[in-house]
């Protein structure tokens, strides 16, 4: 059975950060390929910068280069809030025979009790918990349901956001390595962020 891996997020816009964990959950778990789904609304707070399709242009330029690398865009097509059980259920209806990993921060793992129908999607897939800065993974205190779905998986501590990012910009600082190349070259020449509402 085919093993994908899948990281879904605003990636507004996507940096490295987002690319080192993809490649520590490849290797780590064999996953033959890692899937990046631009949000269309993310359930959670997100003072949006870039549209759907500016970010989805970003994703496709960060992972071009990596053969196990793909965009995703099923969430920016359907449209409304983007529950991430709603996707996995409409990639489960289209690929029954994949096994699927959702790949999450540290922040995210402590926070998977209250995800839009979490039952379900543990039944549908696995999570990977990878550790980031300034976040503890707490797997003691999740439901036994929830923490038998979650494995880990070790990354380079890199604390950059995409926040974080979108600041600097609109302050006129540099980003320059901390997104990869084609995608600093997208920001510029699009000039995007510079002006924050």
Known sequence: MKKIGIMGGAFDPIHIGHLLAAE??????????????????????????????????????????????????????????????????????????????????????????????????????????????GSFLELDTLPPLIRDAVMLADMPLVDISSSLIRSRISRGLTVRYMVPEPVYEYIMGSRLYEVLA
């Open 24 to 133: 520590a959950a490849r290797e780590k778990y064999g996953l033959e390929e890692v899937w990046f789904m631009p949000s269309h609304i993310p359930p959670h707070k997100h003072q949006a910068g870039g549209s759907g399709e500016q970010r989805l242009e970003m994703v496709k330029a960060a992972t071009h280069s990596h053969p196990a690398f793909k965009p995703l865009d099923i969430e920016l097509r359907r449209g409304g809030v983007s529950y991430t059980v709603d996707t996995i259920r409409a990639l489960r209806s289209e690929h029954a025979d994949l096994e699927l990993y959702f790949i999450i921060g540290a922040d995210m793992v402590n926070y998977l009790p209250k995800w839009e129908g979490i039952e379900e999607l543990v039944g549908m897939l696995r999570f990977i918990g990878l550790q980031r800065p």
